[in-house]
Structure formats: C-alpha cells, structure tokens
C-alpha cells in the first residue's frame, strides 16, 4: 500500500504550491540533518545492477533529479539518500535573482501535471559555489562505493541583456565548474525573457564555447558540458541543435525542458488559463519528450549522452527512455505527487525488469 499519494492529497493538495514544495524540502533535509540519512541510504541505495556509465564518470543508476528542485544546492547530500543517481542543481545565475512574482508555481492534479513561472529564483553563482563544494566532500566521505553524481545547470540572469549573455554565462561557469561533476547550458526556460532565442545556433555557437573553455580553464579539468533543449522546437530546429552538438564536441544533450503547450490537457480550460503563463512540466510531456530524445538518438548515435527528460513517473517508462536511447534519465514533477520513495521504487522497477 502507498501512503504518500494520500497524505498528499489531505495535507499539500490544497495547499499552494510552492509552499508545499519548501515544507516537503524542508522535511528531507531535516531528516538528514538529524541523523536519519545513514538509515535512508541503506534503505533507498540503487541495486549494484544499475550503475551506469556516462560522461566519463559512473552513476549508481540512470535515475536521477532534474533541475529545479533544489535551485541553489542546499540539499544535494539530503536528497542522494533517496535514492537518485545524480542531482541536477540549479537553474543558477551570475547574479543572484528574486524571480517573478508569486504565485508562480501550479498544479495541475488531474494531468499530474505543473505550470512554473518561477524565473530562476536563486542566490546567484557566488553563494552555491561554496554549498557544492561542501555536498560533494560529504559526498565523497559518505559513499565508500560509487557516489551519486552532482550536475549544476547554469542560466541568464533577468536583468542582463540578450547581448551581454555571454559574460553572464561565463560568471556561473567559472564559479561552478569547480565544484560541479557536469555542467548544463539552460537556454531552453521560457520563464526569461527571450532566453529561448538563444537556442538560435548562430548565436549558441560563441556562448557554448566560450562556457567550455571557462569551465575547463576554472576547474583544471575538463567538466563535461551539456545543452537543454525546449520541446517546442521544430524538428528542424531539433536536428540544427544535434549538428551543433555534434560540431562543437559538446558531451551531451538534455531532452527536453518544460513546454509553453497546453493542448491536450485534462484539466478545465478555465482553470488552466487562470493559472497563466508559465512552463508545462509531468505527465503531458511524455509523448513529444520521446519523440525528441528518438530524433536526437538517429542523428548523433553513440557519440553524445542523451539525458531524456519529460514526464516519466514509473520504471517501465524510465526503460522505455533507456531502450530509446538515453544514457540517463530525470525526473521532478513526479516526485512531487509520488513523495520520498518515489526514486528508490523506480530504482526496484528498473532492477526487476533488466531481471
């Protein structure tokens, strides 16, 4: 019997949306900080079956967070005890930023679904720089074995003009790379203004290599670097960013962020459009999140990870994604209707099947 999906329903169903997500964080990392983490670790650790190699380094499993969790890394180590192979922190900026207005964060229940306008809300490149350093060493002395990976998605701040993009980019790539096991390239929101013009590859080009090289110089090391794609691209569109990836030796691709579509949705229309602008995440991305993770996979074969994204919620479609072609997998939006043992139940599907 799940208990999570009913204790969702009477204690955070009614409640907004962001504030349920800070209480259900809060929680997590309370039950690390008081000494609960040993404990979950050994109940939620991925099965040895699992470990997957990608981007040159090895992931306890395919399973992991995607950004937009935990925006500003202060709940990396609390979240690897339940399970997830890899954390994607972020989206963070060079400067630090409020956000759009609240309420800005919806949910839509009977799509199992979210609209976000949260606009990269966080404390900037400066102040998660020292938290991730502090996660991975906890990391490193916690796992004898294979650790849970940490990816750092970096973004534009608000107030900094389409022109200057570049120099805002390179503040958070070379703060972060240091601390961070792979680094992603988030052009794709559609909650900046005209961030998604970006994905523009004539304008992508200067901006990938110029992070590459600041990330690589900063860290003394070569930190793989990944592109987010938006769903709502063409399919042309799509296979201009693959040739771009493909040209500039990039290590991966993360397909795909959240949509500004609302067609085939559940939900009552008039509560839809009440809840406004924003982008679509869970259940109503599935089938076009799989489409481009296909279309990327015939195009660049084996020579770019693909990090497939979008409305999985249960094992089955995790391998689906694998069988499709991804090397790995995310999710979030499910995680808020699923609760804590959301990622180690995923984890037990995907052992049972590869059996």
């Known amino acids: ?33 008081v000494g609960a983490g040993a404990v979950l670790r050994r ?6 079956s699992l470990q997957t190699e990608a981007l040159g380094l090895t992931f306890p499993t395919p399973f992991g967070l995607a950004a937009g969790f935990d925006k500003e890394g202060k709940g990396i180590n609390a979240l690897a005890n339940l399970g997830f192979g890899h954390i994607e922190v972020g989206t963070i900026t060079g400067q630090a930023q409020p956000g759009n207005p609240q309420p ?43 650790r849970p990976v940490v990816g750092v998605n970096i973004g534009k701040t608000k107030v900094v003009e389409l022109e200057d993009a570049l ?8 703060t972060l790379a240091p601390s961070a096991d792979y680094l992603v390239v988030n052009v794709s929101s559609p909650n900046t203004p005209g961030l998604r013009l970006l994905q523009d ?32 691209l063409a399919d042309e569109d799509v296979a201009e960013m693959a040739a771009l990836a493909l040209e500039l030796k990039l ?26 602008a924003g982008g679509l995440s869970g259940a109503p991305l599935k089938a076009r999140s799989l489409a481009v993770l296909r279309q990327l996979k015939a195009i660049v074969g084996d020579t770019l990870t693909l990090i497939s994204v979008g409305g999985v919620e249960t094992g089955a479609e995790v391998q689906e994604r694998l069988d499709a072609g991804a090397s790995l997998v995310q999710g979030y939006t499910a995680f808020l209707y699923e609760g804590p043992f959301w990622a180690s139940r995923i984890n037990k599907e995907l052992a049972a099947l590869r059996k």
């Open 201 to 232: 590859v004539e304008t992508l080009r200067p901006l990938l290599t110029g992070v590459r090289q600041a990330a690589d110089e900063s860290a003394g090391r070569h930190v793989p670097l990944l592109v987010k794609i938006a769903p709502d």
């Open 1 to 33: 019997m799940r208990i999570y999906p009913t204790f969702f329903r009477l204690c955070f169903s009614w409640m907004d949306a962001e504030k349920a997500h800070k209480i259900g964080f809060t929680l997590i990392k309370a039950a690390h900080t």
């Open 251 to 276: 290590d991966g691709i993360i397909c795909t962020n959240t949509t500004v579509s609302r067609e085939g949705l559940r939900s009552p229309g008039a509560m839809v459009e009440e809840k406004g």
């Open 43 to 48: 109940m939620f650790a991925p099965p040895a």
């Open 167 to 174: 120099g805002d980019y390179l503040i958070g790539a070379r």
């Open 104 to 146: 800005r964060l919806f949910r839509l229940v009977e799509d199992r679904a979210v609209i976000n306008r949260m606009g990269f809300n966080n404390d900037g490149a400066a102040a998660v720089a020292p938290r991730l350093k502090q996660a991975l060493a906890g990391l490193a002395k916690t796992y004898s074995g294979v």
